[in-house]
């Protein structure tokens, strides 16, 4: 069975998380890119593949500069709250709300009583 690749790109940062069949994180990773994003994925992901030696991922793509190398390279594209919510949702199942400062926005999600999410657009964090 395939293993999992989660890679989102964000506005300053790529970060990649490789899951198990079921589900336990076995790897990740965090690096800036400097607007090097092509180079920086790559480099992410000679890593993984000399960590994992190339074996069979599924591999899904989000962020906010993710949309364009997710279309390219015909990987599927996840929206960055639904992703969030998703893996809040799988490890940490009590959660009620969770904030992300990211690099060019800021966002709190609401779990309990369905998915609300709100948006600071103005606000950098990264």
């Known amino acids: ?8 790109v964000g506005s300053t ?16 990773s965090y690096e800036r890119h400097f607007a090097r ?6 480099n992410q992901l000679s890593i993984v593949e000399e960590k994992f030696g190339g074996g069979e991922f599924q591999v899904s793509i989000t962020g906010s500069a993710g949309l364009g190398l997710a279309e390219r390279a015909h990987i599927s594209f996840v929206q960055e709250v ?12 009590d ?6 400062l990211g690099g060019e926005d800021a966002k709190i999600i609401f779990i309990t009583g369905g998915t609300e999410q709100r948006m600071n ?3 950098a964090g990264g």
């Open 1 to 8: 069975m395939a293993k999992f690749m989660g890679i989102d």
């Open 13 to 28: 940062t790529v970060k990649v998380c490789v899951l198990s069949e079921t589900y336990e994180i076995l790897y990740t």
């Open 37 to 42: 994003v092509k180079e920086c994925v790559l």
């Open 82 to 93: 639904q992703a969030a919510f998703t893996a809040i949702r799988k490890y940490y199942p």
């Open 95 to 100: 959660a009620d709300a969770a904030v992300e």
């Open 121 to 123: 657009g103005s606000c």
